[in-house]
């Protein structure tokens, strides 16, 4: 579509809006705008509210900044319908990534004189701006600048020493740390594990271990801290940290937080410690047990207990984390009537990220008010989390690094597969302050007025904002669910990283069925076990905050809670099924390997008698699919037993708002599609570009309605 010569811009992707059959099921959401009637979005849909629209970074590095500079780039904002703006430091207090230091430093006195100015600037101009936390990726080392001033701050992280002996003989070890246990574990002749291990720690004397051991081959294990980073699960370290950062933002910012300052964004939560001091006596209140002796089983597989003991370890540390940190954090953000956005751990680990795998941590990433990240390829998880924790957006900071070369009509393009994927929080990486001497080349492109496009800009600002302001309201509407093998990877990961043929299989099937289910634009959601053990079944649907399944897909899961097991299996029984790619279900978090209890709950999903194998050995069960080896006809067997809400497009999004049936989809081609959606009643369509709504002429045949669609101006556009 043209706009004017030489600018060309992929936008007005029609929207469409179904009546619906069913009632929506959204639950309550933090904010009254994700609950309105569909007759106030469409009285909105021209003109959005504020803060749906795209929020560039606003890096503030480069040259020293200059109040009129940023005034005039502040009137180019406006200018180019940009309303809302995240400024950042990418060298707060030192030279980084190959640019000098910012100038003035993050939170000097000049940075907060400059910072007042311009949100005073900003509010005149009925601007909203989201600062950062500078913690993540950026960091202004505040972190580092607490352990200095109080060393205790510094967590103490676990470590082990270990030395094989043939015994009889007498051990001499001395820890460098303080100690906290010291264990044996028998061998056999191989150097293979073998037998129950040896608590040895009453032969532990100030650090040191006096032990004679007797006759055999032993692995002496001497566990012990060492300092490490900052200590997240000590609440006194944190909250000092919180204080540091945002309790200077509350003091000296009060009048604009929650009005002029709409939030606070962590670009990349930075990496958290898996040890604090007293986390053994933590531990024990929490789960009842030693863990001394049982050190052992996180570095070794040593029996059926290892899955427990790693699983329980790993949820103490969910816990101390939730419990010092992200709790108090976000109370602080409510408090002051801002949003929290941003962050991924373990971004490396979702599927179509780049980098060394590590894990998704659901259970702090739920915090978060719009959880998200700068990875646009991996959001649906992150999109997930906000739809399972009733968080009505899902922030995306993209495109960087695809080049100073990137058109509007590219940027819309990779917006509309974020949007697709339940982005509703767009942040263009990035607008620069100064380019000076090419300092960003590592990270284009600029998105600001320096574009030849800028002309246009406020259009797809506009298009943007229509977009995201619909698909931030109501509820997602889907009908399967992908189980994120957390507690399969906890069990098979040592504490020094190293990975179990089983957790490394549900790592690659987890991605391949992601992989698989994007191929093929079917919508799903990631699901985290904390939502599942919240989950109930009800007339065949798995049921959690707002969604309802029809299905869940286990990838390689081969440990899961009891209670988990028990909701999946009452999925399975009650008219919804199970699609499980590779082993079924063997370990459970409760009793380790070889449960009884799990036996018996996956036996009786297994007792019936195949009643299909469908192609590629996919065998069908009552309720359950099960394909040992390949996870491409499992999805495919999958897709095929649920309804398609989309027939006639590559990909949609389906969402409720308001008793209607609203979707987003993406064309085939360029042409004319005829487009068969399920729902009922009649259609309208809703033009982003223009922000005009318009009837179409449809056809209605049972629970489906079908509509001729021109994808002529934007072939892989939202529709």
Same mark, same amino acid.
């Given at each position: 579509?043209?706009?004017?010569?030489?600018?060309?811009?992929?936008?007005?992707?029609?929207?469409?809006?179904?009546?619906?059959?069913?009632?929506?099921?959204?639950?309550?959401?933090?904010?009254?705008?994700?609950?309105?009637?569909?007759?106030?979005?469409?009285?909105?849909?021209?003109?959005?509210?504020?803060?749906?629209?795209?929020?560039?970074?606003?890096?503030?590095?480069?040259?020293?900044?200059?109040?009129?500079?940023?005034?005039?780039?502040?009137?180019?904002?406006?200018?180019?319908?940009?309303?809302?703006?995240?400024?950042?430091?990418?060298?707060?207090?030192?030279?980084?990534?190959?640019?000098?230091?910012?100038?003035?430093?993050?939170?000097?006195?000049?940075?907060?004189?400059?910072?007042?100015?311009?949100?005073?600037?900003?509010?005149?101009?009925?601007?909203?701006?989201?600062?950062?936390?500078?913690?993540?990726?950026?960091?202004?080392?505040?972190?580092?600048?607490l352990m200095v001033r109080q060393p205790a701050w510094r967590a103490q992280e676990l470590r082990l020493i270990e030395k094989e002996i043939v015994g009889p003989v007498r051990v001499r070890m001395a820890a460098p740390g303080r100690a906290l246990a010291a264990c044996a574990v028998p061998l056999d002749a191989d150097g293979s594990h073998r037998g129950p291990v040896a608590h040895i720690s009453t032969s532990l004397t100030d650090g040191y271990l006096d032990k004679m051991m007797p006759e055999?081959?032993?692995?002496?294990?001497?566990?012990?801290? /060492? &300092? @490490? *980073?900052? %200590?997240?699960?000590?609440?006194?370290?944190?909250?000092? #940290?919180?204080? =540091?950062?945002?309790?200077?933002?509350?003091?000296?910012?009060?009048?604009?937080?929650?009005?002029?300052?709409?939030?606070?964004?962590?670009?990349?939560?930075?990496?958290?410690?898996?040890?604090?001091?007293?986390?053994?006596?933590?531990?024990?209140?929490?789960?009842?047990?030693?863990?001394?002796?049982?050190?052992?089983?996180?570095?070794?597989?040593?029996?059926?207990?290892?899955?427990?003991?790693?699983?329980?370890?790993?949820?103490?540390?969910?816990?101390?984390?939730?419990?010092?940190?992200?709790?108090?954090?976000?109370?602080?953000?409510?408090?002051?009537?801002?949003?929290?956005?941003?962050?991924?751990?373990?971004?490396?680990?979702?599927?179509?990220?780049?980098?060394?795998?590590?894990?998704?941590?659901?259970?702090?990433?739920?915090?978060?008010? /719009? &959880? @998200? *990240?700068? %990875?646009?390829?991996?959001?649906?998880?992150?999109?997930? #989390?906000?739809? =399972?924790?009733?968080?009505?957006?899902?922030?995306?900071?993209?495109?960087?690094?695809?080049?100073?070369?990137?058109?509007?009509?590219?940027?819309?393009?990779?917006?509309?597969?974020?949007?697709?994927?339940?982005?509703?929080?767009?942040?263009?990486?990035?607008?620069?302050?100064?380019?000076?001497?090419?300092?960003?080349?590592?990270?284009?492109?600029?998105?600001?007025?320096?574009?030849?496009?800028?002309?246009?800009?406020?259009?797809?600002?506009?298009?943007?904002?229509?977009?995201?302001?619909?698909?931030?309201?109501?509820?997602?509407?889907?009908?399967?669910?992908?189980?994120?093998?957390?507690?399969?990877?906890?069990?098979?990961?040592?504490?020094?990283?190293?990975?179990?043929?089983?957790?490394?299989?549900?790592?690659?099937?987890?991605?391949?069925?992601?992989?698989?289910?994007?191929?093929?634009?079917?919508?799903?959601?990631?699901?985290?076990?904390e939502s599942l053990l919240h989950a109930r079944v009800e007339k065949g649907r798995l049921r959690v905050a707002g969604e309802a399944y029809r299905a869940a897909l286990l990838p390689q899961v081969t440990t899961l809670p009891r209670a988990a097991a028990r909701t999946l299996a009452g999925l399975a029984r009650s008219g919804g099924f199970l699609a499980v790619a590779g082993e079924l279900p063997s370990a459970s978090t409760d009793a380790g390997a070889d449960d009884p209890a799990l036996r018996?709950?996956?036996?009786?999903?297994?007792?019936?008698?195949?009643?299909?194998?469908?192609?590629?050995?996919?065998?069908?069960?009552?309720?359950?699919?099960?394909?040992?080896?390949?996870?491409?006809?499992?999805?495919?067997?999958?897709?095929?037993?649920?309804?398609?809400?989309?027939?006639?497009?590559?990909?949609?999004?389906?969402?409720?708002?308001?008793?209607?049936?609203?979707?987003?989809?993406?064309?085939?081609?360029?042409?004319?599609?005829?487009?068969?959606?399920?729902?009922?009643?009649?259609?309208?369509?809703?033009?982003?570009?223009?922000?005009?709504?318009?009837?179409?002429?449809?056809?209605?045949?049972?629970?489906?309605?079908?509509?001729?669609?021109?994808?002529?101006?934007?072939?892989?556009?939202?529709?």
């Open positions: 579509m043209a706009l004017r010569p030489g600018v060309r811009i992929a936008v007005a992707a029609p929207f469409l809006l179904v009546g619906a059959v069913l009632a929506s099921q959204a639950g309550a959401v933090p904010e009254p705008s994700a609950s309105p009637s569909i007759q106030t979005v469409l009285q909105r849909f021209a003109s959005p509210p504020a803060g749906y629209g795209p929020a560039p970074i606003w890096w503030w590095s480069g040259e020293r900044l200059d109040v009129r500079r940023l005034e005039w780039q502040l009137d180019r904002m406006v200018e180019g319908h940009v309303r809302e703006v995240v400024i950042a430091n990418l060298a707060p207090v030192g030279p980084r990534q190959g640019s000098q230091a910012d100038v003035p430093p993050f939170l000097s006195p000049p940075w907060w004189n400059t910072l007042r100015q311009v949100l005073a600037k900003a509010r005149a101009r009925g601007m909203r701006v989201w600062l950062s936390d500078q913690l993540g990726s950026a960091s202004g080392a505040a972190q580092g600048q055999g081959r032993w692995k002496i294990m001497l566990f012990h801290e /060492a &300092p @490490g *980073g900052f %200590d997240y699960m000590n609440g006194t370290a944190a909250a000092r #940290l919180i204080n =540091l950062i945002h309790g200077e933002y509350e003091r000296k910012l009060r009048g604009y937080l929650g009005s002029t300052i709409a939030g606070i964004v962590t670009d990349d939560l930075p990496p958290m410690n898996r040890w604090t001091r007293g986390f053994l006596e933590e531990f024990r209140r929490r789960k009842g047990y030693d863990l001394r002796p049982r050190l052992p089983y996180l570095w070794y597989d040593l029996g059926p207990l290892t899955a427990r003991v790693r699983c329980d370890v790993a949820e103490v540390q969910d816990r101390l984390l939730e419990r010092a940190y992200f709790g108090p954090l976000r109370a602080w953000h409510e408090r002051n009537r801002v949003r929290w956005a941003g962050g991924r751990i373990g971004a490396a680990e979702l599927p179509g990220a780049d980098g060394e795998d590590s894990e998704l941590r659901p259970q702090l990433l739920r915090w978060l008010h /719009a &959880p @998200g *990240g700068s %990875d646009d390829s991996a959001i649906r998880p992150l999109s997930s #989390l906000a739809h =399972l924790y009733q968080r009505p957006r899902a922030w995306l900071s993209g495109f960087h690094r695809r080049g100073w070369a990137q058109s509007l009509e590219e940027a819309s393009e990779e917006l509309h597969d974020a949007l697709i994927a339940g982005a509703t929080l767009y942040s263009p990486s990035a607008w620069y302050y100064a380019t000076l001497g090419g300092w960003w080349e590592w990270r284009p492109p600029d998105t600001s007025f320096r574009q030849p496009y800028w002309a246009a800009y406020s259009l797809f600002a506009d298009y943007t904002a229509r977009l995201c302001y619909v698909l931030s309201q109501g509820s997602h509407v889907c009908d399967l669910a992908v189980l994120y093998p957390s507690s399969t990877i906890r069990a098979g990961t040592s504490f020094d990283g190293s990975e179990s043929d089983t957790a490394r299989r549900a790592r690659l099937t987890f991605r391949t069925v992601c992989d698989e289910l994007n191929r093929r634009g079917i919508d799903y959601d990631i699901l985290d076990e018996n709950i996956v036996r009786a999903l297994t007792a019936a008698a195949p009643t299909a194998e469908a192609e590629g050995s996919v065998l069908a069960l009552p309720g359950l699919l099960v394909a040992p080896e390949s996870t491409a006809n499992l999805v495919g067997a999958t897709v095929a037993r649920l309804p398609a809400h989309a027939r006639g497009v590559a990909r949609y999004l389906h969402r409720r708002i308001g008793g209607r049936d609203v979707y987003l989809l993406i064309g085939k081609d360029s042409g004319t599609a005829r487009v068969t959606l399920l729902g009922s009643g009649q259609a309208s369509v809703l033009l982003p570009y223009s922000g005009t709504v318009a009837g179409a002429t449809t056809a209605a045949s049972g629970d489906r309605v079908a509509l001729r669609i021109d994808f002529a101006e934007s072939r892989a556009a939202l529709v």
